[in-house]
């Protein structure tokens, strides 16, 4: 059978369809936030305070993520086939040199790529998702082959923690804020939400305000905000205490469609 990129061995699907990884996936968009080119190519390429464009930005962000990890081979190449070719013909200018980049130049896409890859791990294994250090490595190596799907070399970006920890290590002297960019914790509480969604704004400041928590202390330090031990211990408690709130939930209405059909087939 066509399990697309993982399957049901793999670790990715034991974690990705917990709910509490909606958390990670707003981490992630802060940690790639970080990245000056990643963030003026978004920036440059599409209107966030719109909300037709950013929320169907959204939407196609959130089914290219859920295609990915559970479509099959073929609905995966298709969907990376339609993203590498976007990211080919769209361009952005840095003022800070002068140039023109291409949004797949491949630091940034790197960036991108291992931003997704930690705040997914981190806020798993800090929620009490059950993750082994062989776990976790795994993980990071299953995840070379989504890089691949955005045009990068698997082989060239991280394939454990360890490397994934080096490389954010080695990238932290480049990263910033960029002033154009408005703050994402006060876009939360005047986010442009559909009329359908209108409901979801109390929560949204709340979400966003944990995803910011988790994050590591330099990069809120980026954001202007406070960065302290508590705020580490704030967020681990919170995450475990939702994440086990959650675990009373049914399973047919904690789990969307994809994530039970995974669940069926890992338990087979």
């Known amino acids: 059978?066509?399990?697309?990129?993982?399957?049901?061995?793999?670790?990715?699907?034991?974690?990705?369809?917990?709910?509490?990884?909606?958390?990670?996936?707003?981490?992630?968009?802060?940690?790639?936030?970080?990245?000056?080119?990643?963030?003026?190519?978004?920036?440059?390429?599409?209107?966030?305070?719109?909300?037709?464009?950013?929320?169907?930005?959204?939407?196609?962000?959130t089914e290219f993520v859920r295609v990915r990890t559970y479509g099959s081979a073929e609905e995966v190449e298709r969907a990376g086939r339609r993203v590498r070719k976007i990211h080919a013909k769209l361009t952005a200018d840095d003022p800070d040199t002068g140039e023109t980049f291409r949004l797949d130049d491949p630091d940034a896409l790197t960036w991108v790529h291992v931003g997704e890859v930690d705040s997914y791990l981190s806020v798993a294994r800090r929620a009490g998702v059950r993750l082994s250090a062989a776990d976790a490595d795994r993980f990071v190596a299953e995840w070379r082959r989504a890089a691949e799907v955005v045009g990068l070399d698997p082989q060239a970006v991280p394939g454990t923690v360890a490397d994934l920890r080096a490389y954010i290590d080695a990238q932290r002297p480049g990263l910033r804020f960029v002033p154009e960019a408005a703050h994402p914790l006060r876009m939360s509480f005047s986010a442009p939400l559909p009329l359908k969604l209108t409901p979801l704004r109390p929560a949204l400041p709340a979400v966003t305000l944990l995803a910011f928590a988790t994050l590591p202390r330099w990069a809120r330090r980026l954001?202007?905000?406070?960065?302290?031990?508590?705020?580490?211990?704030?967020?681990?408690?919170?995450?475990?205490?939702?994440?086990?709130?959650?675990?009373?939930?049914?399973?047919?209405?904690?789990?969307?469609?994809?994530?039970?059909?995974?669940?069926?087939?890992?338990?087979?």
């Open 1 to 61: 059978m066509d399990h697309g990129l993982f399957g049901p061995k793999s670790v990715t699907w034991r974690v990705m369809g917990e709910p509490i990884l909606l958390v990670g996936g707003f981490r992630a968009l802060l940690m790639q936030g970080l990245h000056p080119r990643a963030m003026r190519g978004v920036l440059q390429n599409s209107a966030l305070m719109d909300p037709g464009e950013s929320w169907s930005r959204f939407l196609r962000t």
């Open 223 to 268: 954001y202007g905000l406070p960065a302290t031990p508590f705020g580490d211990l704030w967020a681990t408690a919170t995450l475990r205490t939702l994440h086990a709130g959650l675990g009373l939930v049914p399973a047919q209405v904690r789990y969307a469609p994809d994530a039970r059909r995974a669940r069926k087939l890992m338990a087979a």
